[in-house]
């Protein structure tokens, strides 16, 4: 168990940083949502069937697919499609920067869910910080001095935030599946085929032009299916399923400093002092958001 916690943390940790370059790379010449969309249903389907075949699991049942569509609605529509979608017009790193809110907006839900917990005044701190850290990165000054389309872009990864974060709190009370490997495919599956409903309504398949995909996208494809979903989604799940989501959020502070890093490295994105100590403030937030909760005593309300 401690081995595989371990593998799993450093899977979030490092590769869901380098997704974020990999997703600007995709989405340059395929669809954002067609593109996340055929990324999910194929993992999930590759997931469900080893489960069935290798391990002997039984199918979904009616509440299993229930949940993986609600999970995945929330987590891969409105978070991983947010984000496909925004970085047609945000950077990378910017990107993995205001997703790093994800913890802030975890102890607001957790706390004014049904029988949900007040945090402690320390925790309150790590949200102010951690708030403030986002309008310093997107504040009013930045937001006038940038385009529509990365306003745009800015608010989209807001509202993407919220919805991983939602969706990180109901995979963790929602009930549960009999075999992790099973939740883990139907939440993908599920998230994929709600992700593709909403590229045809926003009239993707008739941009999708596989033959004018430029080899990087493909590349990114495979790489964000391979390891983004299949290995990096899977240890996410895990990880809510054995830890606390406090624990398994704590990924919210490395992919910024592997997003930036890599985007600065390989994508040629600037990285300015206004954007490090925005970072600085953010992780900060985060830091004190993790550890606080960590430390707190568990309440039952309603759990």
Known sequence: MRARLIAA????????????????????????????SARFIIAGMIVLL???????????????????????????????????????????????????????FMVLLEWLRPGGRRPRATVFAGVGL???????????DALRGGSRSD???????????????????????????????????????????ALLAAAVVAGEPSRLDLAH????SLVAFAYLLTFGSLI???????????????????YAYVNPVVAVLLGWAIGHE???????????VI???VAIITVTRDAAPVTRGGR
């Open 151 to 193: 306003i745009a872009g800015a608010l989209v990864l807001v509202f993407a935030s919220l919805s991983w974060a939602a969706g990180s709190l109901y995979t963790q009370i929602a009930p549960k599946a009999t075999s992790g490997t099973v939740a883990t495919g139907t939440q993908m599956l599920a998230g994929g085929l």
């Open 283 to 285: 992780l900060a937030g």
């Open 232 to 250: 990096g989604f899977t240890a996410y799940v895990y990880l809510l399923a054995h830890t606390t989501a406090a624990k398994a959020s704590t």
């Open 213 to 216: 995909a430029s080899t990087s």
């Open 130 to 140: 951690g708030l403030a850290g986002l309008a310093l990165l997107v504040g009013p």
């Open 270 to 280: 600037p990285v300015t002092s206004r954007t490090v100590l925005a970072a600085a």
């Open 50 to 104: 080893w489960a069935r075949f290798r391990d002997g699991a039984a199918w979904p049942t009616r509440v299993e697919w229930r949940v993986g569509l609600i999970g995945g609605a929330l987590l891969l529509l409105g978070g991983n499609g947010g984000v496909s979608w925004a970085e047609q017009r945000v950077p990378s790193g910017i990107a993995a920067l205001l997703v790093a809110v994800v913890p802030v």
């Open 9 to 36: 943390f450093a899977a979030v940790y490092v590769i869901w940083g380098s997704t974020y370059l990999a997703i600007r790379f995709a989405v340059q010449t395929l669809p954002p949502l067609m593109m996340a």
